[in-house]
């Protein structure tokens, strides 16, 4: 038996790759120092410069430190060659939270190695990644997507900051503050759930809920994060959440369910909270589920909310990603509709949609045979039949 | 007489039905739940904690309908691991009098006295006829003189922790659940009628993780069990074939149905765009071929697994079809290829109350709900079935 329960679970985060180790980095207030942090790449200049005290080198005696250069593969073979250390760096952790920039080397390749690594443990594995930008070329969001088919074997619970997604409300950012602001969208988001795991949590999220909650809708939760200070603050912080186009930027009317957390310093008061709450509910569709958790944190001024929200359970195809086409007009005005990927990409997408889509539907059951014959398998395969286009 | 409450955890939706009996013996739907299932795969419960809350929002709606306070329910189950042999049991009689009712108990003890795998259970022992001197079949040997008193009954059985898989969660709620039925069983009480059962019939309750198949020849059940596929693989192999969402793939085999498109039709069905996705559509002749080729494939394993050629031979009345699968379009035209017989939807019989009530997805309850009150009187049969239950489901 799993111990899954965020409070007061031991909970380690893991950054993986450049952005990961950055984002883990970043991490500020009471979990920055109550938390077990743990920075691993394949590059070791990276690794040095992420504030991080402890650090695990990826695949240090064939890649000597030097980065995997852009290619899953060699992160994922760094990773799976330092696999002893990160099991035995997970082995205290009930939760480990694995935090990566999906589209890169490492981020992708070590990252579904490092969730087995934790799952191995008996740890609660959760991965939270940034998407690549458009811009940032078709090569890397192709990556993102292989790796993101990989992810779902591997995690427990996923949770993304779609950059395309993210793009929408700055408009106009230089290249560098894009890189930036996306980092720090998903270091807030972990600020926030990590706060509910430091210990000071008033009331906890239960984290096998979140993972059943997952798993049964198969989907990914997008995140949003903001904060307040001074009057009104929890609503304004909650308000800013909603807003926030990294979960659609129109509320949570397609949300199937909500992860809520609200952190406040020494001075929160049940005000705060429960306007707060109020806030986020009404904007609730009557049938999502929504679990909350309370925490306070000594070196916050201020109410920050996180959302974590998984959209549209069954209505939508499973296991989807946020990209956008290359060369696009990444902030094209989209009315009430949400980002979705574009035809470019579909194919692939698709066919790995719906591999992910077929596995879950059965997971966890028998399978099902007669006669040495798998009849989980469709029919039209095993007997040939050709789909026309 | 007290209300009698079914509940039916299944693969898609927990129902919960409130039956009550008038006073002219009729029974009155009062009270209907339904929610979705969650953590139910196959037809068996796999996470309880989910189903936890499909079953307390669907007793809930039904306690609100029908304005009973649900404190025991009676249980449908299902999946793949529902398999049934038959077993005769033989008892000498002592100088060749008349059968005692004792004689009776006796060798029906003997038949019961099956050994099963050690984590296997007995559901039901169900009594198929006897026989008197190895010659004469009666159904009442009571009074009747011979030599030797054998009994055939139908053992139909299951995975011990998977049957009490969808018990849990009930009892979380407090819940006492008062026996566990079968769903292919409960389906036949509701669906079948006694002309059917003598002529001998076969019913497959066609759910959304399972096909549950029952055959009656002469009267009494002779083979029952069950197959883990069902409407999911259906959808399944179109989200595969098609590169669709599931709620897509779940338009399409409605709109499309297991037979191929006449002429005339559409040779293309628009694939609903639910996800801000361009519009496109699919070849229907390829989209009915992959929902055929499952179905097919899926009674052809019925009847190698549940319908040997010996009683196929048997059947009179053809194939019943219910269950919610029974809706797709075309299912008759398959399984009465598949099986060499006429084939039917059949909806339960009679129901009075709650209309919704009235459809091929509540069989199973509203067998149920009948088996229910007949079971609140004391015949043999019961006492039987009460003696197994016992010791697997008051723990």
């Known amino acids: 038996m799993k111990k899954a329960s965020l409070t007061p679970a031991r909970v380690m985060v893991a950054g993986v790759g450049g952005v990961g180790c950055r984002v883990v980095g970043k991490l500020r207030g009471a979990s920055a120092v109550s938390l077990r942090r743990l920075a691993m790449d394949t590059d070791s200049r990276s690794l040095e410069e992420c504030g991080v005290a402890e650090r695990l080198l990826l695949g240090s005696s064939t890649g000597r430190g030097a980065g995997a250069g852009g290619d899953p593969v060699r992160g994922r073979n760094a990773a799976s060659e330092t696999a002893e250390e990160l099991r035995a760096a997970f082995v205290d952790a009930s939760v480990v939270v694995c935090v990566a920039g999906l589209g890169g080397g490492t981020g992708t390749g070590a990252l579904p190695v490092a969730l087995r690594a934790a799952r191995e443990g008996g740890s609660l594995a959760l991965a939270m990644f940034t998407t690549p930008f458009g811009f940032e070329g078709r090569r890397r969001r192709d990556i993102a997507l292989n790796g993101f088919g990989e992810l779902r074997e591997h995690a427990d619970v996923m949770a993304a900051v779609s950059s395309d997604r993210l793009i929408e409300s700055v408009g106009n950012a230089s290249v560098e503050e894009s890189f930036s602001l996306a980092e720090d969208a998903l270091s807030g988001a972990l600020t926030g759930m990590c706060s509910l795991a430091s210990g000071r949590a008033l009331f906890g999220v239960d984290m096998e809920n979140v993972r059943r909650l997952f798993r049964e809708n198969g989907g990914l939760f997008a995140i949003s994060h903001a904060e307040s200070s001074g009057p009104g603050r929890g609503v304004a912080a909650a308000r800013a959440a909603l807003r926030s186009p990294l979960i659609g930027g129109d509320g949570l009317g397609a949300a199937s369910a909500v992860l809520v957390s609200i952190v406040g310093g020494r001075d929160l008061r049940i005000g705060d909270v429960s306007e707060a709450m109020d806030v986020v509910a009404q904007a609730l569709p009557e049938s999502a589920e929504m679990s909350m958790g309370i925490a306070m944190d000594d070196q916050l001024d201020r109410v920050a909310v996180t959302l974590l929200v998984l959209e549209g359970a069954g209505e939508q195809p499973q296991g989807r990603l946020h990209t956008d086409e290359p060369g696009q007009p990444a902030a094209a005005p989209q009315g009430d509709e949400k980002p979705r990927r574009r035809s470019g990409t579909k194919a692939r997408d698709d066919k790995l949609t719906a591999d992910h889509a077929g596995r879950d539907r059965f997971r966890g059951s028998e399978m099902t045979t007669f006669d040495g014959e798998d009849l989980d398998t469709p029919t039209y395969q095993r007997k040939g039949i050709r789909i026309a286009d | ?395």
């Open chain 2, 1 to 395: 007489m007290d209300p009698v409450v079914a509940v039916e955890i299944g693969t898609t939706k927990t129902l919960v039905l409130v039956g009550e009996r008038k006073e002219d013996g009729r029974v009155l739907i009062t009270g209907m739940g339904m929610a979705e299932s969650a953590g139910v795969r196959k037809g068996e419960v796999l996470d309880i904690d989910s189903a936890n809350l499909s079953v307390s929002s669907a007793i809930k709606q039904a306690e609100e309908t029908s304005s009973v306070d649900i404190g025991t329910v009676h249980v449908a189950v299902s999946g793949g691991h529902i398999e049934s042999f038959p077993n005769r049991g033989k008892l000498s009689l002592a100088g060749g009098g008349e059968i005692t009712p004792e004689d009776v108990e006796q060798v029906t003890e003997i038949a019961q006295a099956v050994s099963l795998a050690p984590d296997r259970e007995i559901i039901h022992t169900i009594r198929q006829s006897f026989t008197i001197d190895e010659s004469h079949r009666v159904e009442r040997p009571e009074g009747m003189h011979g030599a030797q008193l054998a009994l055939d009954i139908l053992v139909v059985h299951g995975v011990r922790n998977r049957l009490m898989a969808p018990v849990k969660p009930l009892k979380q709620l407090g819940i006492e659940v008062l026996d566990v039925v079968f769903g292919g069983l409960a389906s036949a009480m509701a669906v079948l009628t006694p002309e059917q059962k003598s002529s001998g019939v076969i019913l497959i309750d066609l759910g959304g993780g399972t096909a549950d198949c029952v055959v009656y020849v002469d009267g009494y059940v002779a083979s029952a069990g069950s197959l883990a596929v069902g409407g999911d693989h259906v959808t399944r192999d179109i989200v595969i074939a098609f590169k669709t969402s599931i709620a897509q793939a779940e338009r399409l085999k409605r709109d499309s149905g297991c037979v191929r498109p006449g002429r005339g039709a559409p040779q293309r069905l628009t694939v609903t765009s639910d996800t801000g996705m361009p519009e496109r559509t699919v070849d229907a002749v390829s989209l009915s071929a992959v929902i055929e080729v499952r179905v097919e494939e899926m009674f052809r394993v019925l009847r190698s697994k549940f319908v040997p050629d010996a009683l196929l031979r048997r059947v009179g009345a053809g194939v019943i079809l219910t269950g919610g699968g029974a809706r797709l379009g075309g299912m008759d035209v398959v399984a009465g290829r598949v099986f060499e017989l006429p084939c039917a939807v059949a909806r339960p019989r009679e129901v009075d109350g709650i209309a919704a009530a009235d459809a091929p997805e509540c069989s199973a309850c509203l067998g149920l709900i009948e088996h229910g009150f007949r079971d609140t009187g004391s015949g043999p049969r019961s006492s039987a079935w009460k003696k197994i239950f016992g010791s697997l489901f008051t723990r």
